[in-house]
């Protein structure tokens, strides 16, 4: 098990900005920045003393701060929040109070707003032992940031153990009522980033209802079974077989998850043939939202020098549900004082 630090900027203005390594002992290495939480790379290893990288990323801190990237922000790797997806109307009550939020994907608000955790500098600290290394990210989110209520201790902690286990561990508490809903947006392709896209992937996704949606992707309340639905995935079947059925550019659907609220259990798994890798996730959420990379166009130019086209990865975004501040029949994000908010998720990889 290993940890090292070196800079992710190319200015030595940002000396700040680090990029951990976190290293188990099967040579699957993991790089983590202390900007956004942001997993840049996910290595596994291969024959020849060859690594794959299998999450898609930049090389460098300024890329990340790109004025196109910032514009069209695909949250790349990043913790999202505070409240990671979106909101409808921009808009949520807690008792009599309303709260506008800002309307960054068109009439909604999403993943937190202009400036999300994603865009954050957190505190780091590290610590290992003889089975994992963790790093851990901590950061204040003050009362008012984004228009939330409430100052919100957030804290992070990835852990790398040598079962080739990714623990994500969330806690938060707040000295006012507030909503959260914290995940991890990293987008994988398990042939290895910029190889191409993931329709040729294999997934499942232990659900049997979906949060229906409007036309602006907000759920609508209703959670239909997916029992005759072309986005059942409850058996295993290729991202591409009917991707062009779902609406919209492809996959961008919260699952409920068969599970009790606060359960850790099995949530979703993809396995890539040629490779032969495979990714299982496990949650104590109640949701997860599959993305299929549908507004990826081209314009990203990726670690290994390819662009990132359409689809060219996919994202499990273990969450409560979108909208959840105003859907009463949802499970709920407010966190009360003296509550503490705790999430866990578990990404394993197989290869």
């Known amino acids: 098990m290993e940890i090292t630090i070196n800079k992710f900027s190319n200015s030595t203005k940002n000396d700040n900005i680090l990029l951990y390594s976190l290293s188990n002992d099967n040579g699957v290495e993991l790089k983590i920045s202390n900007y956004g939480g942001i997993i840049t790379s996910w290595l596994l290893p291969e024959k020849d003393n060859k690594k794959v990288d299998i999450v898609l990323g930049f090389n460098s801190f300024e890329e990340y701060r790109d004025d196109f990237y910032l514009k069209n922000c695909p949250y790349l790797g990043a913790i999202v929040g505070r409240y990671a997806n979106r909101i409808g109307n921009a808009t949520f009550k807690i008792d009599n109070t309303k709260f506008n939020l800002a309307k960054n994907n068109g009439i909604n608000h999403l993943h937190g707003g202009i400036e999300g955790f994603d865009k954050k500098i957190w505190n780091a600290q590290t610590c290992k032992n003889d089975n994992e290394v963790c790093l851990s990210l901590s950061y204040l989110s003050a009362d008012g940031e984004e228009n939330y209520p409430g100052n919100l201790n957030v804290q992070v902690d990835y852990i790398l153990n040598n079962d080739n286990e990714l623990i994500v561990k969330y806690s938060a508490e707040t000295d006012q ?76 659907h919260n699952y ?55 689809n060219a990865g996919f994202c499990l975004e273990t969450q409560f549900f979108p909208d959840s501040p105003n859907k009463k029949e949802f499970p709920t994000p407010f966190l009360k004082v003296g509550e503490k908010y705790e999430h866990i998720t578990i990404f394993k990889m197989i290869f």
Request: hydrophobic fraction near 25%; proline fraction near 3%.
């Open 177 to 252: 009522t507030t909503c959260i809903n914290l995940t991890q947006h990293s987008y994988f392709n398990l042939k290895g980033e910029g190889n191409g896209n993931i329709l040729d992937h294999l997934i499942q996704i232990n659900a049997d209802r979906y949060t229906k949606t409007d036309e602006n992707l907000i759920p609508t309340g209703e959670m239909p079974n997916l029992n005759h639905e072309t986005l059942n995935l409850k058996t295993e079947k290729l991202i591409g077989e009917n991707i062009d059925k779902v609406g919209g550019n492809g996959y961008d």
């Open 256 to 310: 409920v998850l068969n599970k009790t609220y606060d359960e850790l259990s099995f949530a979703a798994r993809v396995f890539e043939p040629m490779s032969k890798r495979e990714l299982k996730v496990y949650t104590t959420k109640p949701g997860i939202q599959f993305y299929t990379g549908n507004f990826l166009d081209g314009h990203l130019t990726g670690k290994s020098g390819n662009k990132y086209q359409k």
